[in-house]
């Protein structure tokens, strides 16, 4: 497979550093948190407002030259706006169809201060809506209203998770190029915390037993799925991970490249441990290579027909 990522072999420390900076979870875990809920309260917006999408592809962001946004919102005025997090600048904003906009600061402040700040903002834009203020995939959460908890804003740490998500997003646009069967977007899911892409066999499947509505439908097909998380209760530290549902026999035992990657038993997933890609000599290619094993692993296994799933690329001239 020809691939197009960043080189990073010709580039200084300094250089590839920025590029793929040091990310220490317990350096940056209070904003991680504080940031997790922010992002909820947006996303929840979108959930309440987009029409459902498969596999929840209308609540996911993308991720942009400077932060993450929301698809485009039908407004209750009739119109349409968007929600854009800068975290170059660092401030929240939201702009309408009708030429309207209005900002926050993204600053240490707690969520409840945030969510109520960030209700004010879209009424005065005339966009009235109601969400469920529970954190979704999280453990003990605290509805966003009474959380006080949560205060942490670090500018530095965020913006090192940015660029690392920018990175991540230049590989996944290589990897998925060459796959014509269904295939996500580049999607960044605020209630898991992740960037993810995944790729359908075509095949329906019957989600896991007593799943919730969230798995409910997101895993009612064949897919594999590879990602990016930054840490959290189970893994302190970030990682990439991937996975094949349903899992095939022998998947777990499966040897995928580069070499550190490994079968996390807790998670049920292959995980690279994001320091082992960063510290590489080549990052990108590292990372698509993580990605392209797990994707041929899980296809084998799996028995996909890949033939009909995969296409040459056209010679651009």
């Known amino acids: 497979m020809t691939t197009h990522t960043t080189k990073t072999q010709g580039m200084s420390q300094q250089e590839k550093e920025y590029l793929w900076p040091d990310l220490p979870f317990d350096a940056w875990k209070d904003t991680l ?186 895993e009612d097909a064949e897919q594999i799925a590879c990602g990016f998380w930054p840490g959290g209760p189970k893994l302190h530290a970030p990682a990439f991970y991937s996975y094949t549902y349903p899992e095939p026999q022998g998947f777990k035992n499966a040897t995928l490249r580069p070499a550190q990657a490994h079968y996390d038993a807790s998670l049920g997933e292959f995980v690279l441990l994001y320091d082992d890609v960063r510290q590489s000599a080549s990052p990108e290619q590292t990372l698509l290579e993580f990605f392209q094993s797990a994707y041929e692993t899980g296809a084998k296994l799996a028995h996909w027909n890949v033939q009909e799933l995969e296409q040459r690329q056209p010679h651009i001239q």
Do not use: C
Request: proline share 7%; charged share 20%; glycine share 4%.
């Open 33 to 218: 948190e504080t940031l997790h809920m922010e992002t909820q309260i947006v996303g929840k917006v979108a959930l309440e407002l987009h029409p459902f999408l498969n596999q929840w592809w209308e609540v996911a962001f993308a991720v942009t030259a400077r932060g993450l946004e929301t698809p485009l919102l039908p407004s209750p005025t009739g119109g349409a706006f968007q929600i854009s997090f800068d975290f170059i600048d660092h401030n929240l904003a939201i702009v309408t169809s009708e030429g309207k906009k209005k900002a926050l600061a993204l600053m240490p402040r707690t969520v409840a201060d945030f969510y109520q700040d960030f209700m004010t903002a879209l009424a005065a834009l005339g966009i009235q809506v109601k969400i469920n203020t529970k954190p979704s995939e999280v453990e003990h959460p605290i509805p966003f209203e009474q959380d006080t908890t949560h205060r942490s804003y670090d500018p530095e740490y965020v913006n090192r998770w940015w660029r690392i998500l920018v990175q991540v997003t230049k590989v996944f646009q290589q990897y998925r190029s060459h796959f014509r069967g269904k295939s996500s977007p580049i999607n960044f899911f605020w209630g898991s915390f992740d960037l993810a892409e995944t790729r359908f066999s075509g095949k329906p499947v019957a989600p896991p037993q007593e799943a919730n509505q969230v798995i409910r439908f997101s």
